[in-house]
Every structure is written in structure tokens, then in C-alpha cells.
């Protein structure tokens, strides 16, 4: 048979190499040891001295060759026992490294986590901060624009002078008076526009209003009429309120004295803004 060369020694430092050594040797061990066994049985079977001492010398071989065998394989076994050792040991040392960078990384995780939440928070408080402020912002543009009316003069356009006497032509010939606060520029121009809006409209002006006087802090337009004016008259004071009030100009109606002489003339007297 094929005897193994010993010489060829595998890989020292390679955990497979020094474990099919191992396989290998303890292999041939055995093998040698059960040649040991049979020659040691041809031996005391046979009659033959010369063939007996044969069989015991060839036993007494294969029996070294088994030993040297064993020796071999028990170098090679702890070989690989303090291989499997390291292998484990660096197994384990990887084994925690993964763990410890495992822990480091769900650290970053919850840390991030936290700052994230905090970056949420603090959105939250820009966006509610930011929606204040449009609110404030929208309140003073509305204080603004409010105030800024309410110093605007009353006025209106050539359209809507147009537009009041459409809706008042209806009442052609309908006598009527206006009268205004001669001293202010900005009851005087409204009156001269709502008198031009009438004008138009065909109605027939008293100048009767010119000779009166309004009391002080008088409010808005006021159209009067007398409780026992006719239906036309009392219509068309309604129709010249509604009118106004379309157009922005804030009117209302005014009842005389029943104890004043029956008139079908609509008194428009021009008050202050506010």
C-alpha cells in the first residue's frame, strides 16, 4: 500500500489544513494498527518460524509507523484546538464589537430620534408664531385700511352718480331740497354729488334746503319726509335711500313733525361722515 509522505506538511496557521492533517493521520493510525492486527493473527496461525518472525517484524513496523501516526495527529489535534480557540475568541471579540457598534448605532438612532422631535416642536412653534403673526399682521392692515376710511371723504364717481339717478328716474318731477354742513368741504362735495345724481334723474330742486340750518353732530344722509306725504313721495324716498346705501353712502330715513304744514318735498340733509 501507499504510504502518506510526512513531510508534506499542511498550512500551520490554516484551521482547515491542520484539521484534514489531523483526519488524515488519525486515518492512517488506525489503518496501520489494523495491519498490526492482522499480521499479529498470521503470526500465530502460521507453523512457519521463519514466516511467523515474518509476520512479527512487518507487525512490529506497521505498529511504529501507527504510533509515529498518533503522535502526529495529537500535535495536530491541539493545533487545531487552540485554532477553534482563537477563532472562537475572535468570533467573540467581533461578536462584540458588532454589539457595541449595534448600541452606538441605536444611540445616533434615539439621539437623532430626540432631535428630530425637537426640530418638530420647534417647527410647530414657527408655524404657530408665523399664523400670530399674519393674524396680526392682517388685524392692523384691516385697523389700517378701516382708518383710512374712516378719514376718506364720502364721494362718488361719475358712475355712480349715473347708477343713483337710473335707479331715481322713475320719479321725474319729485321736489326735493339738500341741505349740508356749508362749512365743510366734505359734507358740501358729497351733497353736490347726491344733488347731481337727482338732477339727473329729472327730479325738480327747491332751494328752500339752502336757506336752512342743520344742528351740529347730525350723522349720515338723512331723507325726510312728511307722515302724510303721498305714496309717491314716501316710494321715492325709499328708492333714493336704498340707492345710496348701494353705493356706500350711508343714508337713512327722518319723519317730520306731523304738526308741520303737509309737504311732498324729500329734504336730503347732508350730515358729517362720523
Not at 484539521?19 to 493510525?29: I, K
Not at 493473527?41 to 518472525?53: F, G, I, M, N, T
Not at 325738480?204 to 338723512?222: F, K, P, T
Request: charged share 20%.
Amino acid at each position: 500500500m501507499t504510504m502518506m509522505n510526512l513531510a508534506l506538511l499542511p498550512d500551520w496557521n490554516s484551521l482547515d489544513s491542520v484539521r484534514r492533517a489531523h483526519s488524515d493521520l488519525e486515518l492512517a493510525a488506525i489503518v496501520f494498527f489494523a495491519l498490526l492486527v492482522v499480521m499479529e493473527a498470521l503470526a500465530h496461525s502460521s507453523k512457519d518460524e521463519k514466516r511467523k518472525h515474518l509476520f512479527d517484524t512487518v507487525g512490529i513496523w506497521f505498529f511504529a509507523v501507527a504510533v509515529i501516526c498518533e503522535l502526529l495527529a495529537y500535535r495536530y489535534g491541539q493545533r487545531d484546538d487552540f485554532l477553534s480557540a482563537s477563532v472562537i475568541i475572535s468570533l467573540d471579540t467581533k461578536a462584540g464589537d458588532a454589539f457595541t457598534r449595534a448600541s452606538q448605532a441605536d444611540d445616533l438612532a434615539q439621539s437623532a430620534s430626540g432631535v428630530a422631535g425637537d426640530a418638530e416642536i420647534k417647527a410647530k412653534g414657527a408655524d404657530s408664531a408665523a399664523l400670530d403673526a399674519h393674524k396680526e399682521a392682517k388685524w392692523a392692515f384691516d385697523l389700517a385700511t378701516n382708518a383710512a376710511n374712516a378719514l376718506a371723504p364720502r364721494a362718488l364717481t361719475d358712475a355712480q352718480v349715473k347708477t343713483v339717478a337710473g335707479k331715481l328716474s322713475t320719479f321725474v318731477g319729485q321736489p326735493f331740497t339738500v341741505t349740508a354742513y356749508w362749512d365743510s368741504r366734505e359734507s358740501m362735495g358729497i351733497a353736490n354729488q347726491i344733488f347731481s345724481a337727482l338732477e339727473i334723474a329729472g327730479w325738480a330742486y327747491s332751494d328752500e334746503g339752502s336757506q336752512s340750518r342743520m344742528l351740529g353732530g347730525e350723522i349720515g344722509v338723512m331723507v325726510w319726509t312728511h307722515p302724510k306725504a303721498d305714496a309717491r313721495t314716501q316710494e321715492a324716498a325709499q328708492a333714493l335711500i336704498a340707492a345710496l346705501n348701494a353705493e356706500g353712502i350711508e343714508a337713512s330715513a327722518r319723519t317730520q313733525n306731523p304738526q308741520n304744514p303737509i309737504s311732498n318735498t324729500i329734504g336730503v340733509n347732508v350730515g358729517a361722515k362720523r
